[in-house]
Structures are given as structure tokens and as C-alpha cells.
């Protein structure tokens, strides 16, 4: 479904990201661990199309397409998603108005028809029941004024209404507390299938005690240095990030 | 200052051709204030980044007596609602009885010299001109140096004016260049209540001019309701002052909605007279092209305890130009004020530019004040995250400007005004 190959990228020319390489297959869940200024967000920001970056190698397959040629809102249309790790306030427009215009412009993008009043109804109200929230936080301004769990609850009931191939989780449990992230990850849970994938974005194993991952990838100075199972993730934790920047050092003067 | 003596001329024509008596004097008077100060320039600290001057340039018509407008010209220009509202028409800035409907009781219409004659003598005399010493320029004495068919709109105490009240300010320039200049008087009585809507339309390729002045009066616990919407077209400008005095408890919300115009200049006054008296003022200014939009507010605390809430937003594109100067008196006496100013302005393209200016004079030591302004453009994290959502950059740009604008029409509280006026916005929208 991802292939990246060789992926290098940068902002303001200081290059962050120095050669990534990933495959990610439908069904499976990945999460991607690193100390700070690793280039976790860098890299969920690059494949989600933030204009700010500068690619300058390698190559970005999402199914089939070359998805770095393609503006955020087409790889959105692809089924791409992104979690923002800051969700954005924006004032006078509320959840409802913007989530509808969302779903049905990614249908439009598919070649389906608008949805109409009543099916957009059910469907909100079906989302909204995954990620217990209750209908006047949508009546609101857009995460204007919502806490940190608010927001990160809103970002997942977007993914639901979306419903996206693949969905990019940028550090979705940071700031939150424990319920939070509960619900956060159980909502993803249940909108996991076989045909669909997620990357999880993480600083720290909590999330991932909810949301078990197929893969752990560790993300160091702009390349995946380490990846293996959810032992992995475990370790980490357990050992901080130190163990694997003393093991990368002796495999330098060994080699 | 300029066609010193077309002016001349039709000035005299005018005294003579209509000597009603309680005018003339003022008209005089009026006229010689013009010839002292002129046609503002820029070297007038009011009117720096707004140029009229080369407006004066040409000959305008002044007071078309004989239009060929028919009721279906009109027509055109009616806000929805208009088949129960009562609606004032002017044309060339002459109130034309023939056009205008008054349905609601409570609400009277009458010529202005009429006024000054009969049983509201006092008021006229007390309030009409009020605005002259909130200007000091020479248009508005300009205005009152023709002052001709103008009106005296009186609402009677204890009356909740069921229907709101329309006014169309019509220029029939379809022929020759006019200089419009409508002049109203609006008197509340006490516990009284209405909404006015107002709106300027030019028909025709000439440019024009309009030079508005109203004034309102607002007395104890009586409500007022003021919309302006301003969306004449590309060759009309405008000078418009609307001067607000209230000498009761009493509540006052202004919402001025600019959308188009060459150049566009609002006066705003709300003179706060009566203790615990209050008054919003709210704008939203969408210009493009090449239009320019000037908004000078002067919110005047003369006693203690009033409010007085300020916000207005601008959009602007193109090789638009924007002003704002929000005024804020308060007086000696006018302790416990509370005064609150706000003016934000978004630039969606490197030409286009806003010149923004609180000014606030305070000479009362125990009261709450606030301003603020904010120049920017569009927030492109916003936009990223609406377009990582799917939605187009267009669609997303006007979903941003329209949140941007949400709190001013949220202002409106005529149902079919804020409608329309959303339509407008939205429309406008597309064009971004």
C-alpha cells in the first residue's frame, strides 16, 4: 500500500530526513518510535503534504501512485489521513460544516455522489457514538477551545468520517491522559480491517499498549535504524533511547 | 478646494427655487462653513489615506429633480423582506413619497422642513446638525448646504416597529455624473424599538457620488437596530456619516457590511449622553479591484457608566485599500466606562493594504478600555489542514475568510438581512 523508498527531505535547507525506507501492507499497524528531533513529524508532515518541506531524494509509492506529485487534497482523495499532533483552532467554522464539506469533496475526488442530509446524519451520528462525543462539541468552532483530548478524539472521529486507506497517527497520545487515550485508540481500533493500515507516530509505548502494532520502526537522526516487532517498543521503554544510540556507535567502529 | 463657483451657482439656485423657512438659515450657514474648509485633503489628519478630493473635480448634478426611474428599476435593489417592511426611497437623494411605503404604526414620515415647523420643533431644533461638530471637515457641511428633501423619521414612544424599515439611497446616474447627498433625522421616543436596514445603489455607468448624513436620536430604554450594506457598484463612491445620539439609558447595535464601491468612507458616531447606555459597533469590509474602504468610528463617553463594544474585520484583495480609525472618548466625568475596540484585517494579496489606527483620549482616571489590531494573511496551517481533510485550496480559503466573518454576521439579527448578506459573502467567496 506504502512504499517508501530512499526518502530524504528537509525545511529551511537543514536536511532531516536522510534516506527512509518502509513498506507498509494493508491490515498491518506500524508504529515509528524515536527520541525528539528524530524526525517522527517530519516525516508524517511529508507524506501528508505540508508545503513547508523540500524533498530532495527518493521516491513515495501509495497505491501505485506516486503520492509526492500529489497536492494534500488528492492524497487525502487517495485515502491517506493524517492525525495532527497540534490540531488547528479555526474559528466561526463549526465541526459539522467542515467535516461534511470534507466528506463529500473526497467523495467527489472518488467519483461518488454528495451525501445526502440523512445518510450524512446517520453516519455522523454512528462516528460520533465511536468516539463519545456528544453532538454541541461539533456545533462548536472547529477545536476552538477544545482540550488537548477534545482535539485528538475530533482528529480520530475526522479518520472515521473520512475513512481512509491509510492513517497517519502524529504523536495522536501525547498530552493526553489515560482515558484519553483509551478512547483514542479504541476508536482507531474498531475502524482497523484487513483492507486498511495505520502508522502510528510515538514517543512512548502507552499508546501502543492499546494499539498493538505489527511492526516497530525506530526512527534516529533521519533514518530507521532498528525495526522488529512489539518486544521492541517494550524495550525501548524499558532502556530509553540510549541503548540504541550506544549499539549504532559500536556497529560504527566495528565496521 | 474645487468648483468653488459651480457650487456657487447651485447653491443660489437652490435657496431660491426652495425658500421653505426653517432651511434656508441653516443652508447659509452650512455654506459658508463649506467655502471655509473645503473638500477634505489628504493633508486633513482625518482624511490622510482616504483622497476625495479629486472626486470634486467634475460637475456633478446635484438634486435631480426629474429621474425616469420607474418601480421596476427599484426592484431590483429591494432586500428580502421588503413586501412587509416599510421602505424609504430615495432618489439623487431626494425622498421620493411616491416610492416609499410606510406600513407599520408607530412610525412616521415627514419632509424635514415640515418637521422643523411643527409640533417636533424642539427636537429638530436640539438634534438635526448634531453631527457637524463630530466632523470638522467641509463635507458634511456640504451635505447641509443643499439639504433639500430630506426627511424626519419619528417613532413613536412605547412602540415596538413590528416591520423593520428599509432605505434605499437610489442614484440615477445613467445620464450625468450626480452628487447625491440624502439627509434624515430618525427620533426614538422612549421604550421604543426599531430595526433599519440600509442600502445605496447607482444605477448606470457615470460616477457618482453619494454624501450621506444621518443622524438618530435615541431617548430612555429604546432599542436601535442599524444595518448598513454596502455594495454599489465599481464607479460609485460614498461619503456616509451616521451620527447616533443617545440621551437615554438605551441600546444601540450598528452593523456596517462594505462589499463594494470605488471609494467608501463611513462615519460612525455613537455619542453616549445617559448613563448606562450602550453601543456595538460592528463591521465587515470584503473588498477587491481597486476599491477603497475607510471606516472612522467615534464612540463619545460624556457620562460615567456606559458601554461600548467595537469590532470590525476586513478582507481584502486585489489592489484594495483599507482604513480604520476607531475613535474613543472619554470624558472627565465618564468614570466606570467600559470601551472596547477590535479591528482585524486579513491581506490576500501582496498589493492590497490597511491602514489602522485606535485612538483612544481619556481623561477619566476609574475606567476599563481595550484595543487591538491585527494585519496578517491567511493562516497556512489552517489551510493545510482543511486541504489534508480533502477539501480543495479554494473551497478551503473560503471556508476560512467565511469563519473569519462568521462573528460579524452572527451580529445581524434580522434573519433575512443576515441571509442575504451571507449570500453576498458567499458569493464574493467564489471570486477570491
Not at chain 1, 18 to 30: A, D, F, T
Not at chain 1, 110 to 122: I, T
Not at chain 2, 65 to 80: C, E, G, H, S, Y
Not at chain 2, 99 to 123: D, H, M, W
Request: aromatic share 8%; with cysteine; proline share 3%.
Amino acid at each position: 500500500m506504502l512504499r517508501i523508498e530512499n526518502l530524504q527531505a528537509g525545511i529551511e535547507g537543514k536536511v532531516i530526513l536522510k534516506g527512509i525506507n518502509l513498506e507498509i501492507k494493508p491490515g498491518e499497524v506500524h508504529a515509528i518510535m524515536g527520541p525528539n528531533g528524530a524526525g517522527k513529524s517530519t516525516l508524517a508532515s511529508v507524506l501528508a503534504g505540508r508545503p513547508d518541506y523540500t524533498i530532495t531524494a527518493g521516491t513515495v509509492e501509495f497505491d501505485g501512485k506516486d503520492l509526492l506529485d500529489l497536492s494534500p487534497e488528492a492524497r487525502a482523495g487517495e485515502g491517506l489521513f493524517l492525525s495532527f499532533q497540534y490540531p488547528v483552532e479555526i474559528p466561526g467554522l463549526t465541526t459539522t460544516n467542515f467535516i461534511k464539506t470534507a466528506v463529500n469533496e473526497v467523495r467527489k475526488y472518488r467519483g461518488q455522489e454528495a451525501l445526502d442530509a440523512v445518510s450524512f446524519l446517520k453516519m455522523m451520528k454512528e462516528k460520533m457514538a465511536l468516539m463519545e462525543m456528544e453532538q454541541p462539541m461539533l456545533s462548536r468552532s472547529l477545536n476552538e477551545g477544545f482540550s488537548g483530548g477534545e482535539k485528538k478524539r475530533n482528529e480520530i472521529f475526522q479518520m472515521a468520517m473520512l475513512q481512509p486507506k491509510l492513517a497517519i497517527l502524529d504523536e495522536t497520545d501525547s498530552g493526553l491522559d489515560i482515558d484519553a487515550i483509551r478512547i483514542v485508540a479504541n476508536g482507531v481500533n474498531k475502524l482497523r480491517s484487513k483492507d486498511n493500515a495505520v502508522l502510528a507516530i510515538t514517543h512512548y509505548q502507552r499508546l501502543l499498549d492499546y494499539l498493538v502494532p505489527d511492526f516497530v520502526h525506530v526512527l534516529y537522526n533521519g533514518r530507521i535504524v532498528k525495526s522488529g516487532t512489539k518486544e521492541l517498543a517494550l524495550e525501548l521503554e524499558e532502556r530509553g533511547y540510549d541503548f540504541i544510540k550506544s549499539e549504532l556507535q559500536q556497529e560504527e567502529a566495528v565496521s | 478646494m474645487n468648483n468653488t463657483t459651480y457650487f456657487q451657482e447651485q447653491f443660489d439656485k437652490l435657496q431660491q427655487a426652495d425658500n421653505s423657512k426653517g432651511l434656508t438659515a441653516v443652508r447659509k450657514e452650512a455654506f459658508r462653513d463649506f467655502n471655509r474648509m473645503g473638500i477634505p485633503t489628504t493633508r486633513n489628519e482625518e482624511w490622510k489615506y482616504t483622497r476625495i478630493s479629486s472626486l470634486f473635480n467634475k460637475e456633478y448634478q446635484l438634486a435631480a429633480v426629474n429621474t425616469a426611474l420607474t418601480a421596476a428599476d427599484i426592484n431590483a435593489f429591494r432586500l428580502p423582506g421588503y413586501e412587509t417592511a416599510n421602505e424609504l426611497v430615495f432618489i439623487n437623494g431626494i425622498y421620493s413619497p411616491a416610492f416609499s411605503v410606510v406600513r407599520s404604526k408607530g412610525i412616521t414620515v415627514q419632509p424635514l422642513e415640515e418637521a422643523a415647523e411643527n409640533e417636533y420643533k424642539a427636537i429638530v431644533a436640539e438634534h438635526f446638525n448634531h453631527s457637524k461638530d463630530y466632523v470638522e471637515d467641509g463635507i458634511n457641511a456640504l451635505n447641509t448646504s443643499f439639504i433639500h428633501g430630506g426627511i424626519f423619521v419619528h417613532v413613536q414612544q412605547k412602540q415596538v416597529v413590528e416591520h423593520p424599515v428599509y432605505i434605499y439611497n437610489i442614484t440615477d446616474a445613467r445620464t450625468t455624473p450626480v452628487l447625491s447627498q440624502p439627509r434624515s433625522l430618525v427620533h426614538m421616543g422612549v421604550q421604543s424599538q426599531v430595526q433599519i436596514t440600509e442600502t445605496y445603489a447607482t444605477i448606470g455607468n457615470t460616477e457618482s457620488i453619494t454624501n450621506q448624513v444621518m443622524e438618530i436620536m435615541v431617548e430612555q430604554d429604546a432599542i436601535l437596530s442599524y444595518y448598513k450594506i454596502q455594495n454599489d457598484a465599481s464607479h460609485a463612491s460614498q461619503v456616509s456619516t451616521t451620527h447616533i445620539r443617545q440621551t437615554g439609558k438605551s441600546v444601540v447595535n450598528t452593523v456596517t457590511i462594505s462589499l463594494n464601491g470605488s471609494i467608501v468612507r463611513n462615519n460612525l458616531h455613537a455619542v453616549l449622553e445617559a448613563p448606562y447606555a450602550e453601543a456595538h459597533l460592528y463591521g465587515l469590509y470584503f473588498q477587491q479591484g481597486n476599491s477603497h474602504i475607510d471606516n472612522h468610528t467615534v464612540v463619545d463617553n460624556a457620562v460615567p457608566n456606559c458601554l461600548s463594544n467595537e469590532l470590525y474585520k476586513g478582507i481584502l484583495d486585489d489592489n484594495a485599500t483599507g482604513v480604520f480609525n476607531g475613535k474613543v472618548f472619554v470624558r472627565k466625568d465618564a468614570q466606570k466606562t467600559n470601551a472596547f475596540q477590535s479591528n482585524k484585517n486579513i491581506l490576500l494579496s501582496d498589493a492590497a493594504s490597511v491602514n489602522t489606527k485606535p485612538q483612544l483620549e481619556i481623561f477619566a482616571d476609574d475606567v476599563k478600555c481595550s484595543h487591538g489590531c491585527t494585519v496578517g494573511s491567511l493562516d497556512e496551517e489552517a489551510l493545510f489542514y482543511l486541504r489534508s481533510r480533502g477539501i480543495p485550496y479554494k473551497a478551503a480559503m473560503a471556508l476560512l475568510l467565511q469563519g473569519f466573518a462568521m462573528d460579524i454576521l452572527e451580529k445581524i439579527q434580522a434573519p433575512a438581512i443576515r441571509a442575504h448578506v451571507e449570500e453576498l459573502i458567499i458569493q464574493r467567496l467564489t471570486t477570491v
